[in-house]
């Protein structure tokens, strides 16, 4: 918008965005970060799961997308509007942070002592929902790179391990072509 002021977002002490190896964008340690550190608050605007639903109907999308977070039972965080660096903090397998919900608000939490210009990655724990298919965990693939990295952002319950072990077996077929 011409001759609109811009809003000027004060810079995180702690945090600092790169491009990332794992995915697009990522968020960094610009210092050393001791565990326990409340790094920041997952902001954006606070809409109900019929309005996220009309967003973002994973269906129509060739990627699914990572801004939405389920702050509870009825209503989501959608950080695409109004959201700050946090954003762009990527799911882990082996995470260095933490999600808290609370009351209202969602924090990011240093879950260990981290090192400046590590990036920085949490468990987005994506709900499995009945009947999800190992192409549903590919749609939702990790590749983290992290020795733990189950192939999916989804967390996957034990009764249903055997979607993992088919999951990694195509990802080594794949990679073997
Ligand atoms: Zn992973």
């Not at 340690?29 to 809409?47: F, Q, S, V």
């Not at 389920?70 to 660096?85: F, K, M, P, Q, Y």
């Not at 082996?94 to 002592?113: F, K, M, S, T």
């Not at 590919?138 to 192939?151: A, H, I, L, T, V």
Request: charged share 35%.
């Amino acid at each position: 918008m011409a001759g609109a002021a811009r809003k000027r977002t004060p810079r995180n002490r702690w945090l600092v965005l790169r491009r990332s190896k794992i995915h697009g964008r990522g968020v960094y340690a610009r210092t050393d970060i001791p565990k326990g550190t409340r790094l920041i608050e997952y902001t954006g605007e606070r809409i109900g799961n019929a309005e996220a639903d009309r967003r973002y109907e994973d269906d129509k999308m060739r990627q699914h997308h990572t801004f939405l977070f389920i702050l509870n039972s009825r209503t989501c965080v959608d950080a695409a509007v109004g959201g700050n660096i946090s954003r762009f903090i990527n799911h882990s397998c082996d995470p260095n942070c933490v999600a808290w919900i609370e009351g209202q608000h969602i924090w990011i939490e240093a879950l260990r002592d981290i090192k400046a210009g590590d990036e920085l990655g949490y468990e987005y724990e994506y709900d499995f929902l009945p009947g999800y298919t190992v192409e549903d965990l590919e749609f939702y693939g990790c590749d983290c790179g992290s020795r733990k990295c189950r192939g999916t952002i989804v967390d996957v319950p034990r009764s249903q391990r055997h979607l993992l072990r088919e999951l990694k077996r195509r990802k080594r077929a794949r990679a073997r072509t």
